[in-house]
Structures are given as structure tokens and as C-alpha cells.
């Protein structure tokens, strides 16, 4: 496996399904995509903390603050190969997988390799307009297929370990309301990211 095909979980044509007319092509999950995904739940983990800081009490914060570095250190946000090659993904990112927006952004990592960098909003009418049928499938063979890929290096801290195939529900029919708030508040994490705004460090 080349470097460029190991970062990017990318092999052959990718898990293909329909949607607006077009074929569009699932990668793999290997190593990378889930490495940047649990890099990605870190972050919206920190970030919800912050966020939190304008309605909770100080010492609200500061307990949440210290679950979420116990669930760092539990293993929570890891995301390794499915069994029994590995301990497949950690509860807090099956949790997330369990959202739309994990969902999502899932969806946009693993379009990347055969379609660029698309906005959350075309990944989104990508998600609607497709089978979700179809799409599940698909889904579920990129996630557990034979073309996995092995894991990065694991947390040595690992407490407790999640020994079943990592598996999310088919993408819910969203609403144009709930579309809407998905892009709306991708807008608002890029112009607090671009504005250098604080977040919570682990």
C-alpha cells in the first residue's frame, strides 16, 4: 500500500452509490480517515466545553472538563480497526457516528479521495438525495470491509475496549430545518476558527 493510499484510506473505485445523477465513491476507512475523525470529535468535544462556559457555573465546566479527560484517557475518542483485527471505535465516537453531524462529516471524509474538499452543505443534499438504503451499504462495507486498513498506534492507556464492529444507523431524513442548522453552524465553527478563537486543551 503507497503512503498516499494509506493516509487517505483510498482503494480502487470506492464504495459506490447514487445521488443527484450522479455515482459518488466511498474510500475505505484506514487508518488516516479515522485518525482525522477522532481528531475531529476531539475538537468538537473541546469546543462544546468552551461553549459551555456562557451558561454553566465554573465548577460545571470544570467537572465536565474532567470527564472528558477521563474519557480521553479511557479511550473513548480512539478509533481503531474492527475485531478482530483491532478494538474498532471507541463509545464517544460510536456516540457521534449516532448523529448527523458525525454522520456528515463522516460522509465528507470518505467522498474526499475521489471528490475534493465538498462544503457540508453539498454533502448534505448529497445524503438526501441519495438511496439511504444504498447508501448504508455502502457505508458499512467502507467501515468493516476487508480493505480496512490497520490501525495507527493506540492509546497505551486504554482502559476498556469496544469489541464490536463499528456499525451507525442509515443517515436520518433531515428536515430543511435541520439542513439549514447544519450549515449554519459549520459557518460558525470556520469564522471562530478563522477568528483564532480559545478552545479547551486536553
Known amino acids: 500500500m503507497s503512503d498516499v493510499t494509506d493516509t487517505l484510506g483510498q482503494a480502487g473505485t470506492g464504495e459506490q452509490f447514487s445521488s443527484l445523477g450522479e455515482v459518488w465513491a466511498l474510500a475505505p476507512i484506514g487508518p488516516g480517515p479515522r485518525a482525522e475523525f477522532s481528531m475531529w470529535a476531539k475538537r ?3 469546543q462544546l466545553i468552551t461553549a459551555s462556559k456562557a451558561y454553566l457555573t465554573p ?7 474532567a470527564d472528558y479527560r477521563e474519557a480521553l484517557d479511557a479511550g473513548d475518542y480512539d478509533w481503531g480497526p ?13 456516540a457521534i457516528l449516532a448523529g448527523i453531524k458525525g454522520q456528515m462529516n463522516l460522509i465528507r471524509i470518505l467522498l474526499r479521495p475521489k471528490h475534493g474538499n465538498l462544503p457540508v452543505g453539498k454533502v448534505a443534499s448529497i445524503v438526501q438525495g441519495a438511496d439511504h438504503e444504498e447508501l448504508q451499504e455502502a457505508i458499512a462495507r467502507c467501515l468493516n470491509g476487508p480493505n480496512s486498513g490497520a490501525s495507527p498506534e493506540t492509546n497505551g492507556a486504554r482502559k476498556k475496549q469496544n469489541t464490536t464492529q463499528t456499525a451507525i ?24 476558527q478563522s477568528g483564532g478563537t480559545a478552545s479547551v486543551k486536553p
Open 44 to 46: 468538537e468535544a473541546r
Open 169 to 192: 444507523p442509515s443517515p436520518s431524513e433531515m428536515t430543511d430545518e435541520q439542513l439549514s442548522a447544519l450549515i449554519r453552524e459549520e459557518k460558525k465553527r470556520k469564522e471562530i
Open 59 to 65: 465548577l460545571e465546566v470544570k467537572e465536565d472538563l
Open 82 to 94: 474492527p475485531p478482530p483485527d483491532g478494538v474498532g471505535a471507541g463509545s464517544a465516537i460510536n
